[in-house]
């Protein structure tokens, strides 16, 4: 791997647990009490940094979050150039990640279609039972 992709990753991912810290303990704002920071990219140059949010809630609660962190971004970066040192702080953008409610809805997919096979299943050797007698 390339030494500065080394880096960027390495800049991505102290950004990520700082933006974590910083919205759970400095924000203090109950609007922001179920955001979680997925994941951040930051750009080859590190000027950009792409945050990637999962917000616990409906698409009115996500969508406040989200704009309420757009709000405090620019607090933010100036808590990171505090905490990290970079000669250029990312400008940071945030991002609705909905992977967590695929999931969700895609595992409660998968329980539903087990069911429905269990109950075939039992049905079908109900009736063979039935069958033999």
Known sequence: MPKEYQRTDRVADGLQKEIARIIQRDLRD?????????SVEVSRDLSYAKVF?????DEA???????????????IRSLLAKRITLRIMPDLNFIYDDSVTRGTHVSHLIDEATERD?????TSHDESDESKE
């Open 118 to 122: 269990e109950t075939i299943k039992r």
């Open 61 to 75: 609660q996500v969508q406040e979050t989200l704009a309420t962190l757009k709000r405090a971004k620019g607090h």
């Open 53 to 57: 949010v999962s917000v616990l809630g």
């Open 30 to 38: 109950p609007r922001l009490s179920m955001v979680t920071v997925m």
